[in-house]
């Protein structure tokens, strides 16, 4: 079996480049990847170096503490559409989750799900900072929200991708809603071990040698 396309082939490092950029791009092409994750400033570089092949563009949104304003990741995902993005990652309001303030948390995935409409909104949970219980509650919220996938991790936290928290959030979320793991994921043994717990999406900087 391939994998390829279960890839986002990522680079949010703060010193990436144009340049590195256009390496990622071409990396996605030549290994067929699903898609490239970057940051928000380079969603129109990737799209417009990716343009008539199948391979995504991939953002974030409130990354990576989440902690910005819900009007802040409005506009910013208004924008990551506008310059050709098919795939948004937002990063959820932690404190607020931890607060249990769950309106707050279910509103604003379905703001920006409202904007998303039929582009695919993933919603991280930074799961490392959770409790399984806090888990459960923010993939519920997201259901809910009818965001189309649940997400490790930024990768820029305390800890990444862990077996438990996907097993957790596949279980939470059922079989037709998307899980997305990511953080710490580099080799082949980590994809195959992320799959086999309920992940359908991967995200990682290593996917060339992973392939």
């Known amino acids: 079996m391939t994998y390829n396309k279960l890839i986002d082939h990522t680079l949010l490092k703060q010193d990436a480049t144009p340049s590195d950029i256009k390496s990622l791009c071409e990396e996605a092409l030549t290994y067929d990847f699903m898609s490239v994750c970057v940051n928000p ?53 932690v404190g607020m989750l931890k607060a249990e303030n769950t309106d707050y948390v279910l509103n604003e995935i379905k703001e920006l799900k409202d904007i998303c409409k039929e582009h695919i909104l993933k919603v991280i949970l930074e799961t490392c900072l959770l409790t399984d219980e806090e888990i459960v509650t923010a993939c519920s919220l997201a259901k809910d929200a009818k965001a189309d996938f649940v997400k490790t991790s930024t990768g820029f936290s305390t800890g990444g991708a862990t077996v438990h928290a996907v097993e957790l959030m596949r279980k939470t979320v059922g079989p037709d809603m998307g899980v997305k793991a990511s953080g710490g994921i580099r ?23 992973i392939i």
């Open 41 to 93: 400033c380079y969603v129109s570089t990737a799209s417009n170096l990716l343009k008539g092949s199948d391979v995504k563009v991939c953002t974030v949104i409130g990354f990576p503490l989440g902690m910005s304003t819900t009007a802040s990741k409005i506009s910013e995902t208004e924008i990551a559409l506008y310059d050709g993005a098919d795939e948004i990652d937002m990063v959820i309001n």
């Open 187 to 209: 080799t082949h043994e980590d994809l195959l071990a992320m799959v086999n717990a309920g992940a359908n999406r991967i995200g990682t900087s290593a996917g060339p040698k």
